[in-house]
């Protein structure tokens, strides 16, 4: 279970390494995402904010690329307007297919398992709709589909995987921001990049979900942001909800146990 915090999870785990700082707001992942895995079409309206028209992860949009203007400066760069400093903030999220998953502990039929590749999917045939894992991610990646009422979420392109190929989103990304592969090694590429743009003057620069102890155990598809997570709409310190599952079903079980000896002793006592 997820909530097992001694999980190990074995070799071979693959995951996303993203890469905000290249990432050109194209949202050519998207479309690749959307077309490769058949997920419906959501809108596309006109949402006032900036250039982003789906706003958040959800059932019907399993990748989305976020817009945020700043003025502050793009570390030595030359923002070319003249002498305004600016800077698009852009990141392309995903699910982060979490090392300690509460969805997976949550789900009742078995719809979201663990593959062998270490990340977790959903299989919407099986799903009853209960919703239950939609309140338990920490970072609100999973939506119910209002046209099936099952869930649905970033599957890591699974059949591609099983295929040896890499998702759609990381093969279209025209720039490498979406990087795909053995997820050690992106770690490792993250840490020389990260110390790449800090040189390049943006030391508000940070790697987000590449630590195997943070409270989700690290996630399969990590970020090298440019500001704050919450900037980004990440939440800072993610903890996995189920985390205190273990403790509350001994409670649940010292409680019953209780409960049944009182009430053996109140038979016994009135048998007398």
Known sequence: ?????????????????????????????????????????????????????TVSLSADTWRHVAFIEQRVPLGRQEPGVGDMDFRWLMSSDVCKHCTHAACLDVCPTGSLFRTEYGTVVVQEDVCNGCGYCVP????????????????????????????GEEPACAKTCPTDSIQFGDLDELRERAERRLAQVREAGMSSARLYGNDPGDGVGGMGAFFLLLDEPEVYGLPPDPVVTTKDLPSMWRHVGVAALTLLAGVAATTWRRGS
Do not use: H, Q
Not at 27 to 52: H, I, Q, R
Not at 143 to 153: D, I, N, P, Q, V
């Open 1 to 53: 279970m997820a909530f097992d915090l001694e999980e190990k999870l074995g070799d071979g785990r693959v995951g996303f390494f993203t890469d905000t700082s290249v990432c050109i707001g194209c949202k050519a992942c998207e479309v690749a995402c959307k077309e490769w895995n058949a997920v419906p079409e959501d809108g596309l309206n006109f949402t006032g904010m900036s250039y982003d028209n």
């Open 136 to 163: 338990a991610c920490p970072f609100g990646v999973i939506g119910k589909r209002e046209s099936t009422g099952t869930a649905a979420k970033c599957t890591m392109c699974y059949d591609r995987l099983g295929a």
